[in-house]
């Protein structure tokens, strides 16, 4: 069964900085495409990040596109994302998952974390 846990999340002023963690069980975490997705109460889940298994692609949401980076270290079982000049808006439980497509869509990804609070004060 795998497992995925979501760390590093937080509150912190607008202009701050996150980095959210993601750790995986099992050992075939550098087969599968890695993302992370949003939620605000009363919305739908929303895409923010994903990236292949090597590493080499990746795409962003365009709310975050050059201010969020994301990584993993396949060595290590865990997704990365590197939250820079953060805003009010991006607010939201802040979940990682994995796919077995290099997809953006919610419904590919099959294995959830249970999420992570993400506050930005403004």
């Known amino acids: 069964q795998v497992q995925l846990v979501e760390s590093g999340g937080g509150l912190v002023q607008a202009g701050g900085s996150l980095r959210l963690s993601c750790a995986a069980s099992?050992?075939?975490?550098?087969?599968?495409?890695m993302g992370w997705f949003r939620q605000v109460p009363g919305k739908e889940r929303e895409f923010v990040a994903r990236?292949?298994?090597?590493?080499?692609?990746?795409a962003y949401a365009d709310s975050v596109k050059g201010r969020f980076g994301i990584s993993r270290d396949n060595a290590k079982n865990t997704v990365y994302l590197q939250m820079n000049s953060l805003k009010p808006e991006d607010t939201a439980v802040y979940y990682c998952?994995?796919?077995?497509?290099?997809?953006?869509?919610?419904?590919?990804?099959?294995?959830w974390g249970q999420g992570t609070q993400v506050t930005v004060s403004s």
């Open positions: 998952a994995r796919s077995g497509r290099l997809s953006t869509i919610v419904s590919d990804y099959d294995y």
């Open positions: 099992g050992r075939t975490f550098s087969d599968y495409t």
């Open positions: 990236i292949s298994w090597s590493g080499r692609f990746t």
